[in-house]
């Protein structure tokens, strides 16, 4: 399995893409800027989009992708969401306002988009991935994911585990301590000047990120690749994640993470 960066940035600024990850050829997770980088021929290969929440910087090329490719493709395009995030795409988005509603166009029977309703826990299989949906604590309805491969053999491979949008969530570390993890990606979005700002809109600072961490098992070992960090501020988030000590989380000590940045064009091979 093949996961390719095409955005993981907070916003947008000169080489900064809103998060999304093409997943093999076929499956796009998060609908972020970073979408408009793919060629029409890999946007045409998308089958399959999973969105986390229906924030703009997780959905805003969703519906200019689909514009791209509508009419060279013969099936719709299936859209996977919680059922807030489907609820808020139909009122803001395709509500023939803002765009089409792709989801009725051409025909009702035969649509450019379908979508597929999820629910936190939820587990799915597309084209020999395993998803998992994970719990997210966010401002609107939101869900983490772990995709998995799963070989000839029927094994599952290694996990890539992602977040989301999300604050305090033990319920999503409890979740991945049982998970064959190959790899977590994790949301900062602020620094720790701007924690007050970071809990409001239920968002990680780096002081609130190492007290997360300490909940990972002490046997456990992975890459931890931080996304999400605004433009301006992601020099000073990854200089003070690098400066994690154990005044800002007591239990930190008992594992050295290897917390690497996320950066655009980046690929993982799992």
């Not at 290969?45 to 959905?59: A, E, R």
């Not at 909940?215 to 990854?238: C, D, G, N, Q, V």
């Amino acid at each position: 399995m093949k996961v390719r960066v095409l955005g993981c940035s907070g916003s947008i600024a000169a080489n900064c893409r809103t998060t999304s990850f093409l997943i093999d050829h076929d499956v796009l997770l998060e609908a972020g800027t970073g979408v408009g980088d793919l060629t029409l021929h890999e946007m045409r290969s998308i089958d399959h989009v999973i969105l986390s929440h229906s924030h703009l910087d997780h959905i805003a090329a969703l519906p200019l992708m689909v514009d791209a490719v509508a009419s060279s493709r013969t099936t719709p395009i299936t859209v996977y969401a919680l059922a807030g995030t489907i609820a808020a795409l139909q009122m803001h988005i395709f509500n023939n306002v803002i765009w089409p509603d792709f989801s009725r166009i051409p025909t009702v029977a035969m649509p450019f988009i379908r979508f597929q309703e999820i629910h936190i826990g939820q587990t799915f299989t597309i084209n020999n991935k395993h998803i998992e949906v994970l719990p997210a604590i966010h401002t609107v309805a939101a869900a983490g994911f772990s995709v998995s491969a799963i070989n000839p053999d029927n094994h599952q491979g290694k996990c890539w585990v992602y977040t989301g949008d999300t604050e305090r969530n033990p319920a999503f570390w409890e979740r991945l301590n049982q998970l064959n993890v190959g790899m977590l990606v994790i949301e900062t979005a602020f620094s720790n000047r701007e924690k007050d700002l970071a809990h409001r809109s239920l968002h990680l600072a780096p002081s609130v990120l190492a007290d997360e961490l300490a909940f990972i098992e002490e046997s456990r070992s992975f890459p931890i690749y931080i996304t999400h960090t605004k433009p301006a501020e992601t020099e000073l988030i990854m200089a003070e994640i690098q400066q994690f000590d154990h005044s800002q989380s007591p239990n930190l000590h008992r594992m050295v993470h290897d917390i690497r940045r996320m950066c655009i064009g980046q690929e993982f091979h799992l």
